[in-house]
Every structure is written in C-alpha cells, then in structure tokens.
C-alpha cells in the first residue's frame, strides 16, 4: 500500500489534505484552529497540516513536511503541536497511510465521561470499526498522546482519547475520514439508545454471523 502512496505527486496529497480538512470543519468536527490530518508521502517522509490554522481555510501551500522521527523538513508554516500521535501510528502500522485527529463533539463527549464506544448496538458498529476504545488522559501536544495511544493502535483504526477528541486511520485519507464520520454516526447511535432507555446489544450468535459476513465481504473486495 506504501508503493501505491510514493507513486502519487505531492501536489495531489496537499490538494486532499486541504478537501477533507474543509469537509471535517464543515462538520464541526475541527472548530477554531482543532484538529489535524496527515499523509505519507514515502517511507520516510510525512505531509501534515500546520498549527493553529482553520483547516476551512488551509491552502495547499500551508503544508509541513517531516520525517518519522518528527523533524521538520520542508514548510513556512510550524506543523501541528500533536505530530507525536501521528508519528505512533505511522511507526507501529505500516499499513496505515493516513491519520486524522479531531473532536467530533458526540463522540468527544463520550470520551470527556470516561466511556468507550465497545457496546456492539448495530450490526454497522461490527462490519466497520469494532470496538473503539478510549485512551487514558494524556496532556495535548506531549508524548503522552502517542504513549495514551500505543496499547491500543495495533488492534484497532479509531480510538476515542479521554477528554480530548478521536484519532482515526487508514489506507487513505478517504479510508480515515470515513472511519472518523462512522465514530460520530456510532457514538449518536448510542445516545439516543440510551436515552430511549431500550439499547439492545447484539448476542454472541449474531457478533457471530456478522464477523463472517465481514470476512466474506473483505475476501470479495480484494
């Protein structure tokens, strides 16, 4: 999936950055200045969104380029204060290509009440994302982030960050915004179920069923 990344022009990845950073302020999922996107542009090189900028009104010129180690290689601009949780993913999954960090204010507000999003209330919660869990609290822009964050990166493509927002990734920087729009769709989901004072969790039989119907579905689209 790298290879596939390295043979796409720089200009092409800034130009996403900028679209689906203006599509996640659009949502309110990034107010203000908030949240941050990131791309790899090869092996050893990253294009990340810079610091206190509104991601509605990035251009492609306002990009920052660094190294997995965090050094800043390339951009006018700082690059974010939380690249340490970008730099934990793309160290520890090779596979991941993309990374977004925002507070979609649902979910955000599940992880301000100290809740994961584990209860299995849909059958799009099993067939997406699983389980999402909620990492301990961790001071914005330290290494503590990335440490909140190790335990559960291997096992999971989004997890909630205790009092603070979310972390998504994947394959491409659609395949990320997608999986952090289904983390919002999941944690409203789980509201309102509550809220009706009815939630039902699905059974072991139909977790089941579902997990099959998943890997069907990966084998069928590969």
Request: aromatic share 6%.
């Amino acid at each position: 999936m790298i290879e596939e990344c390295i043979g796409r022009p720089e200009v092409e990845l800034r130009r996403e950055l900028v679209q689906f950073g203006r599509w996640l302020s659009r949502l309110g999922f990034m107010p203000g200045t908030s949240g941050n996107l990131s791309v790899r542009l090869d092996q050893e090189r990253l294009l990340v969104t810079p610091t206190g900028m509104s991601k509605y009104l990035m251009r492609a010129a306002d990009m920052v380029i660094v190294d997995l180690e965090g050094r800043q290689l390339a951009g006018s601009r700082k690059v974010t204060s939380e690249l340490s949780m970008h730099l934990a993913v793309y160290q520890m999954r090779a596979d991941v290509e993309a990374v977004v960090h925002s507070h979609p204010p649902i979910a955000t507000a599940f992880a301000c009440a100290g809740r994961a999003l584990d209860e299995m209330l849909c059958q799009e919660a099993v067939m997406t994302l699983g389980s999402v869990p909620l990492a301990q609290y961790a001071t914005t822009g330290t290494d503590e982030v990335a440490a909140s964050l190790r335990p559960f990166i291997p096992h999971h493509t989004a997890i909630l960050m205790a009092n603070h927002g979310a972390v998504a990734y994947g394959p491409t920087l659609l395949d990320a915004f997608l999986k952090m729009e289904t983390v919002e769709h999941l944690a409203h989901i789980r509201l309102v179920a509550h809220q009706l004072g009815s939630a039902q969790t699905l059974n072991d039989t139909q977790l089941e069923d579902l997990f099959r119907a998943k890997q069907k579905y990966i084998r069928n689209a590969t």
